[in-house]
Nanobody, 118 residues
Framework: VQLQACGGGSVQAGGFLRLACKATRMITSTFWSTNVAWYRQTPGKQRDLVAQ???????TYADPVKGRFTISKDNSRKTVYLQMNNLKPEDTAVYFC??????????WGHGTLVTVSS
């Protein structure tokens, strides 16, 4: 199983981006019981949780992105999305998708760079 992420890029402050991460070769029924999340990391700092959807459907957001970012999950496409609105320069980071379940373990996608200019 691999995670393929896309959607990063460069935008001006106030703009928006949508990240997507697809689990290739994951059994669809397994995806239903997969915890999905987005993390971000800047140089020299730890990787921080941005948002996640737990297996029971509960969503969690980091305080800095509440009200601006929305995480969603399409089980039929085995894809998790991160809609990022009203982007700020401090959102600049490499974003990583993460999926975790008891069958495939802890999976990470390659990072996708988001750059927000003021």
């Amino acid at each position: 199983v691999q995670l393929q992420a896309c959607g990063g890029g460069s935008v001006q402050a106030g703009g928006f981006l949508r990240l997507a991460c697809k689990a290739t070769r994951m059994i669809t029924s397994t995806f239903w019981s997969t915890n999905v999340a987005w993390y971000r990391q800047t140089p020299g700092k730890q990787r921080d949780l941005v948002a996640q959807i737990s297996t029971d459907g509960q969503t969690t957001y980091a305080d800095p992105v509440k009200g601006r970012f929305t995480i969603s999950k399409d089980n039929s496409r085995k894809t998790v999305y991160l809609q990022m609105n009203n982007l700020k320069p401090e959102d600049t980071a490499v974003y990583f998708c993460n999926m975790r379940n008891s069958y495939n373990g802890d999976l990470w996608g390659h990072g996708t760079l988001v750059t927000v200019s003021s």
